[in-house]
C-alpha cells in the first residue's frame, strides 16, 4: 500500500522561505509523477506545482511561478517544495500527491497534508 507523508511545514513570516518535503512508500517511486496541491481555510483544494517521473519536466500555477520550485530525489523517494518569498495568501494545508503523469488531474493518491501558515 503507498503511503505519502509530508514535513516541513511551520509558522513563518512574510518574506521567508520553507521547504516542504513528501516521503513515498510502497511504490516505485521513480515511475511516477508527483506534485504538490494546497487548500486553504474555506477554499478549495488548488494545484501547485507538478513533476514528471525523471524529475525534466515541471509544471507551475501562476501562484507559484518564480517563487515556488519542485524537485525529486528518486533515490530517496522523496519530493520537495521550496517555497520562497512566502505571502500571508500562501497559508494553507499542502499536500503532496502521486499520479501517473504531471497533469493534476492524473494525481490521485494523496498524502494526509502538512500545514503552513505565513504570518504579516
Known amino acids: 500500500q503507498v503511503q505519502l507523508v509530508e514535513s516541513g511545514g511551520g509558522l513563518v513570516q512574510a518574506g521567508g522561505s520553507l521547504r516542504l518535503s513528501c516521503s513515498v512508500s510502497?511504490?516505485?517511486?521513480?515511475?511516477?509523477?508527483m506534485g504538490w496541491f494546497r487548500q486553504a481555510p474555506g477554499k478549495e483544494r488548488e494545484f501547485v506545482a507538478t513533476?514528471?517521473?525523471?524529475?525534466?519536466?515541471?509544471y507551475y500555477a501562476d501562484s507559484a511561478k518564480g517563487r515556488f520550485t519542485i524537485s525529486r530525489d528518486n533515490a530517496k523517494n522523496t519530493v520537495y517544495l521550496q517555497m520562497n518569498t512566502l505571502k500571508p495568501e500562501d497559508t494553507a494545508v499542502y499536500y503532496c500527491?502521486?499520479?501517473?503523469?504531471?497533469?493534476?488531474?492524473?494525481?490521485?493518491?494523496w498524502g494526509q497534508g502538512t500545514l503552513v501558515t505565513v504570518s504579516s
Open positions: 500527491a502521486l499520479g501517473s503523469d504531471p497533469r493534476p488531474a492524473a494525481l490521485n493518491t
Open positions: 510502497g511504490r516505485a517511486f521513480s515511475s511516477y509523477a
Open positions: 513533476v514528471s517521473w525523471s524529475g525534466r519536466y515541471t
